[in-house]
């Protein structure tokens, strides 16, 4: 089909609709939402350019204009920063990257309203080999009164979020987000400089035929897990299985594919990282929101990730989400094995 603006509804457009249908909404979200998309953008463009690094110019280094050539997660991390900062409406940032919270004070006596925790870049590790990678966002209003967010702000339950979502530079570049009506996914439209809609009300099949996990881990996995993997391989014919294994390394985009076609993420606490490897305020908590209202479940082991009481903000922790039936059925196994003395998930 020719591409007209009748058949295009872009991001900007979509926010501000969706503003109108809330009842005294202040347009402060849309603009924090604006103003991510508006940091995706430009960390896409360097993305895109991610392999031309050495011809630009050595990390550290200096590049041909005479700048200082930055990793990509630093540079992202920059990007968001300054994007939410100047808004006005955030009164802290907290970043995977950043070891302390970033308060912000507004220069008027106003206050601002919203917190945002962030993943700058999601996969790190796949930057240098051409796979794709994502960031990832989660947005809560400030529970303290006035003045810069502090800590207490930031550190809430999943199911505190007023908004949560990602960015996936794949094969195309989409922004997916949830402010808990639904999820909805926007693809970047590189010819006008828009992310458009174009997977509208998301929803995650209830069963699939995916499993995703760092198999390599499998000897410290708790048994359940062990378990469960043996299950994914069984040939049974009723239940579609084997399953397939697909593991990225990048959540986002695992998750990204396992929310289109259904499929399970796992990354348990292990007997070497008994409290988790991924980040609960900034990798878990958006992704479970997100997961939850495309009709999917995210467990830790023993609850709903969205129940969790974080007291810090770099909190660790086990995950498993993905399409409803196939989390259940972990679930099904951690209670065969409870009260066995086998190393728990947590
Ligand atoms: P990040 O690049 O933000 O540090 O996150 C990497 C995370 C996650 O994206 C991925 O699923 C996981 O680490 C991969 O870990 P393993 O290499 O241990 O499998
Ligand atoms: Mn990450
Ligand atoms: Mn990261």
Redesign the pocket.
């Known amino acids: 089909m020719k591409r007209n603006l009748s058949n295009v509804k872009t991001l900007v457009q979509f926010i501000t609709e969706s503003q109108k249908n809330v009842l005294h909404a202040t347009g402060e979200l849309s603009r924090i939402l604006n103003d991510i998309a508006i940091a995706a953008k430009i960390i896409n463009r360097e993305v895109n350019k991610a392999g031309l690094l050495d011809m630009l110019g050595i990390e550290g280094g200096m590049n041909v204009q005479d700048e200082e050539v930055k990793k990509l997660d630093v540079f992202a991390n920059e990007q968001f920063i300054s994007a939410l900062s100047s808004g006005g409406q955030c009164c802290v940032i907290a970043s ?1 990257e950043n070891d302390d919270i970033i308060p912000i004070k507004k220069s008027d006596y106003s206050k601002a309203n919203y917190v945002v925790l962030i ?1 700058p ?5 796949n930057i240098d080999v051409n796979v794709a990678i994502g960031s990832i966002f989660s947005i809560y209003k400030r529970v303290t009164n006035e003045g810069a967010g502090q800590v207490i702000d930031c550190i809430q339950p999943g199911d505190r979020q007023v908004a949560a979502g990602y960015i996936i530079y794949g094969s195309s570049t989409m922004l997916v987000y949830t402010t808990g009506d639904g999820v909805n996914g926007f693809t970047l439209d590189p010819s006008i400089g828009e992310f458009c809609l174009s997977h509208p009300n998301m929803k995650i099949p209830e069963d699939g035929f995916i499993y995703s996990v ?1 198999e390599g881990n499998y000897v410290e996995f708790p048994r359940e897990i062990q378990e469960y993997i043996y299950y994914c391989k069984t040939p049974d014919f009723a239940t579609g299985r084997p399953y397939s294994a697909r593991y990225i ?4 985009a ?1 998750f990204h594919r396992n929310l289109i076609k259904g499929g399970i993420f796992m ?1 348990p606490a292990t007997s070497k990282h008994p409290l988790g ?2 980040r609960l305020m900034y ?1 878990c908590n958006p992704l479970a929101f997100l997961i939850e209202q495309a009709g999917g479940k995210a467990i830790d082991g023993e609850g709903r990730i969205l129940s969790i009481q974080p007291d810090s903000i770099h909190q660790r922790t086990g995950i498993i989400i993905g399409s409803k039936n196939m989390v259940e059925k972990v679930e099904a196994f951690i209670q065969l094995n409870l009260g066995k003395n086998v190393y728990r998930i947590k």
């Open positions: 995977e993943d870049l999601d996969g790190s590790s760092n390394g990048s959540m986002v695992d990354y490897k991924l990798e």
